[in-house]
C-alpha cells in the first residue's frame, strides 16, 4: 500500500506519527495522502484495512495529526492483551447459550425461542467462530463465518437470520448487566450488513385453482377448507385452531379468537392453543363470510358428524385426553409453556358442539401445522398446481380482492394488517399492474358523459 517515489518533499509533523503511511502526489492536484493500517495492514478475509486521514494540506495537519494520535491510542487500547480474568474468555458459543436461556425463554414466545436456538444450534455453535472469546471477536471474524457459511451452501436468507441473532446477543452482551462478565464494550457485530436477498413475490393464484382443490379433496368434512380460508384470509394456525362456536351462520360472521402454535421436535413437540389472531397479543378478529363459504360450513357440520358416528376406530368418538401420539394443550399466551391438556369434545345426541373444531384431524385432535400444510401441497399436486402452498390462501384472498377493484384501505382490513401500508408493500406488483385503472375509469366517465349530450 505504502508508494515511495524518488521526488523529496518537504516532512511535515505527519511524517513523525507512528504508524502512519503517506502516499505522496495519489491525492486532488498531487497532495499526500495519509493512511493508517489496521493490524497489518490485512483483514482476515484478505481485504485491506487503513483508515484514511488525508488528504492533507499544511493548515490542517495539526488536525490530523490528533485525529491519527487519538485512532491509534484507540485501537492500541482495543488491541491490547486482556487479563481480566477467566470470564473474560467467554465464547460467543457460551455467550449465545446463556442469552438464549436467560433473555431470550423469559422474554419471547415459546417459538421464537425454538426459532432462535434452531439457527444458532445449526450454524454457529458447529462452526469454529462459537469457539472465539468474546473479547477477541471481530467484524473480520464475522465476515469470514458469513464467507463460510455460503461456500457451504446455506441460503442468504438463513445466514441473515443467524447473523441477526448474534447481533441481538452481542447488543445485549455489552450491556451493563453483562459486559463486566463478557469483557466486551460494543457490538462488532452491528456494521456487518445483511447480505442481499431477492425479494420472493407472494403466489399469484386464480379462483379456478379453489374450485380444482376444493373438488379434489372430495365429499369430505375437510372439503371446505379452502374456500373458508380464502374466504377469510387466515393463516395455517387460525384455520387449526377456529371452534363452530365462533361461527355464527345466520349473521355470516366468524370471528378468530385463538391459533394454534408449535414448538419442539420429536419428544418434545407441543402444540399450544393461545388466545387471539398469530400477531394481535390476544385480540379477536370478527370477519364476514360469503354465500359460498356459508354454505359449504353447512355442509362441514354434517359430514363432521358422519366422520364422527363412522365407526369404533374413530377415537374422538367418546372424547379424548391429549396424550400419547398427539399433544395438545390450552396456554395464556403463546409464550407460555404449560397449560391445560386439549379434550376433544363430546355433546349430546353426537352433536358437533361449539368448542369441537371445525376442521380437525381425523381423531378429533388439532392439526399439527406441518401435516395440514403437507396434505394441501399434495393435494395441489393431484390438480397438477406446483409452488402453492397453504398459507398462499391467504394472499389468494388479498390477490382477488385487490383484482376486483376493491379499495385497499377495504383489503388491508379484511385481511387485519396494522395498516394499509402493510397491504400496499406486499402485494405491490399487484397494484403495479392496476397503473392505468383511474384513466380507465375516467374513460368511461368521460364516454358516458359524451354519449348522453350527443343524445340530447
Not at 380437525?360 to 401435516?371: A, I, L, Q, R, V
Request: aromatic share 6%; hydrophobic share 40%; net charge positive.
Amino acid at each position: 500500500m505504502q508508494v515511495q517515489t524518488s521526488k523529496r518533499t518537504r516532512r511535515s509533523a505527519l511524517d513523525k506519527v507512528d504508524g502512519l503511511v503517506r502516499q505522496r502526489g495519489k491525492g486532488p492536484n498531487g497532495s499526500d495522502l495519509f493512511f493508517i493500517r489496521v493490524k497489518d495492514g490485512k483483514s482476515e478475509t484478505g481485504k485491506l484495512l487503513y483508515k484514511k486521514f488525508g488528504p492533507v494540506t499544511e493548515d490542517r495537519v495539526p488536525e490530523i495529526e490528533r485525529r491519527a494520535k487519538e485512532y491509534l491510542a484507540a485501537r492500541a487500547e482495543e488491541q491490547a492483551p486482556r487479563v481480566l480474568g477467566k470470564l473474560h474468555k467467554r465464547t460467543l458459543g457460551e455467550w449465545l447459550v446463556i442469552w438464549l436461556e436467560d433473555v431470550v425463554r423469559v422474554g419471547q414466545s415459546a417459538t421464537t425461542y425454538d426459532h432462535y436456538k434452531l439457527a444458532i444450534k445449526n450454524h454457529i455453535l458447529p462452526d469454529p467462530i462459537a469457539d472465539v472469546a468474546l473479547a477477541d471477536l471481530s467484524f473480520e471474524r464475522l465476515l469470514l463465518w458469513r464467507r463460510e457459511q455460503e461456500a457451504k451452501g446455506t441460503g442468504r436468507p438463513t445466514i441473515n437470520y443467524a447473523l441477526a441473532r448474534i447481533k441481538a446477543a452481542l447488543e445485549v452482551g455489552a450491556t451493563t448487566d453483562f459486559k463486566a462478565a463478557n469483557g466486551i464494550t460494543r457490538n462488532v457485530a452491528r456494521k456487518v450488513v445483511p447480505l442481499k436477498v431477492k425479494q420472493a413475490q407472494p403466489y399469484v393464484g386464480k379462483p379456478e385453482e379453489t374450485a380444482a382443490i376444493t373438488e379434489a379433496i372430495g365429499p369430505s368434512y375437510m372439503q371446505a377448507i379452502v374456500q373458508v380460508a380464502t374466504d377469510l384470509g387466515l393463516r395455517r394456525s387460525e384455520i387449526i385452531g377456529l371452534q363452530w362456536g365462533d361461527l355464527d351462520l345466520e349473521a355470516g360472521t366468524a370471528t378468530i379468537k385463538r391459533h394454534v402454535v408449535v414448538s419442539g421436535s420429536g419428544a418434545e413437540r407441543t402444540m399450544r392453543i393461545a388466545d387471539g389472531t398469530k400477531t394481535s397479543k390476544g385480540q379477536w378478529a370478527t370477519l364476514n363470510l360469503s354465500d359460498a363459504s356459508i354454505a359449504a360450513l353447512r355442509q362441514t357440520r354434517v359430514r363432521l358428524m358422519e366422520h364422527k358416528l363412522a365407526g369404533e376406530t374413530i377415537l374422538w368418538k367418546n372424547g379424548r385426553k391429549a396424550c400419547g401420539q398427539t399433544r395438545a394443550i390450552y396456554v395464556d399466551t403463546a409464550n407460555h409453556r404449560t397449560g391445560e391438556p386439549y379434550v376433544v369434545p363430546t355433546s349430546a345426541a353426537g352433536m358437533v358442539g361449539p368448542d369441537a373444531l371445525v376442521f380437525p384431524y381425523w381423531d378429533g385432535m388439532p392439526w399439527d401445522p406441518t401435516t395440514l400444510g403437507n396434505w394441501f401441497v399434495r393435494l395441489c399436486a393431484k390438480v397438477g398446481i406446483k409452488g402453492k402452498s397453504i398459507h398462499d390462501l391467504r394472499h389468494d384472498c388479498a390477490t382477488f380482492l385487490i383484482a376486483a377493484q376493491v379499495p385497499l384501505t377495504v383489503v388491508a382490513d379484511h385481511m387485519r394488517h396494522a395498516d394499509a401500508s402493510i397491504t400496499a408493500k406486499v402485494y405491490a406488483h399487484l397494484l403495479a399492474s392496476q397503473d392505468r385503472l383511474a384513466v380507465n375509469t375516467f374513460n368511461r366517465i368521460w364516454s358516458s358523459v359524451y354519449a348522453e349530450d350527443v343524445a340530447v
